[in-house]
């Protein structure tokens, strides 16, 4: 019997793969389970329902195995929504071996906007080897025969850590504004999930072993919330939204709990490129929180901010380096 047309699944401990192969259209979806932090944004905007949540497993208040995403290759129609919103940049689609997002090439979803800038003529070269450390994902390095920086853009997740490093010489633009606070009074005794399983040490342990938040560093993914021991209970409710004359009702989750929390992710408003779709309407609904206000950390009062240096690696060599600014 043919296998045309029939998804072909496999997993390992390291990778997820989906792989479809039609008459003129060849695809794959990869998920790198390395890079997954098991967010939930994935599973929010399939329109398919088609990702869902695997928990993650604690031991003693540590992970033992992380939270990532299994998926339902039968329900997955290959849109690409999860690849766009992944904030981990975790998944990836190709089309005949070329990598190619369908709601993008029929505008039904929007880019995110975000940019990691080099502003060579700012940069304390002395800096270049503490920058490179305290890049979250690997994705800076410096040139040598051009005596510059390099980014991989493709692969930053414009967690901020390289503008404070750098003393303001990296300029980074995230996509989601909103906030992070943790109330360490609630935090369950001796747990640290959280800080294992932050992708930018926006969450981390300081030099005296305790969980500290920077929250300049949160790229609002919400993980900390999916392996904190209180979790979240959600409601569903209605909402109703008009598309091109007709009345749209759909359903979303509404954080019911906040106050009990001990960390609490929030998304506001996000940097995209301009789109008019009843699916991506229904995306930025499960995804934001209901805010009127909006509300961003000034980046040059983050630049003097010293709890923002300590959260750096290596941070005591800044001391000598990039003496902080006056005021």
Not at 13 to 22: L, W
Not at 44 to 61: D, F, Y
Not at 276 to 282: D, G, K, L, N, Y
Not at 295 to 314: F, N, P, Q, Y
């Amino acid at each position: 019997m043919s296998q045309r047309g029939i998804p072909q699944k496999t997993r390992d401990e390291h990778k997820m793969t989906i792989h479809r192969g039609m008459v003129t259209r060849n695809y794959l979806m990869t998920w790198d389970l390395d890079k997954c932090v098991g967010c939930q944004i994935g599973p929010l905007v399939c329109p398919k329902e088609a990702l869902t949540h695997v928990p993650v497993q604690l031991e003693n208040g540590r992970i033992a195995v992380k939270a990532s995403v299994d998926v339902d290759e039968k329900k997955c129609v290959n849109c690409g929504m999860c690849v766009v919103s992944c904030p981990t940049h975790a998944i990836s689609l190709t089309i005949n071996g070329k990598p190619e997002i369908p709601v993008h090439e029929y505008e039904a979803y929007p880019e995110y906007i975000a940019k990691t800038i080099f502003h060579r003529e700012q940069f304390d070269f002395a800096l270049k080897d503490f920058v490179i450390d305290n890049c979250s994902v690997d994705v800076i390095s410096y040139d040598e025969k051009r005596d510059t920086m390099r980014v991989d853009f493709a692969n930053c997740i414009h967690c901020r850590q390289c503008e404070v490093a750098s003393n303001g010489a990296f300029e980074v633009r995230q996509p989601w504004q909103g906030s992070v606070v943790l109330h360490r009074e609630r935090c369950v005794e001796g747990c640290f999930a959280c800080a294992d399983i932050c992708p930018t040490r926006a969450l981390h342990l300081n030099d005296e072993g305790e969980l500290v938040l920077a929250d300049y560093y949160c790229i609002k993914c919400g993980a900390c919330m999916q392996v904190c021991p209180i979790k979240p209970v959600y409601e569903s409710q209605e909402f109703v939204f008009d598309y091109q004359g007709m009345e749209v009702k759909r359903s979303h989750d509404v954080l019911m709990n906040a106050d009990d929390l001990a960390i609490k992710v929030e998304r506001w408003r996000l940097n995209h490129t301009p789109v008019s779709s009843a699916a991506w309407i229904e995306a930025l609904r499960k995804l934001a929180d209901d805010k009127a206000q909006m509300v961003e950390i000034d980046r040059k009062r983050a630049l003097r901010r010293a709890d923002l240096m300590r959260a750096l690696r290596g941070h005591t060599l800044t001391d000598k380096l990039a003496p902080p600014k006056k005021r």
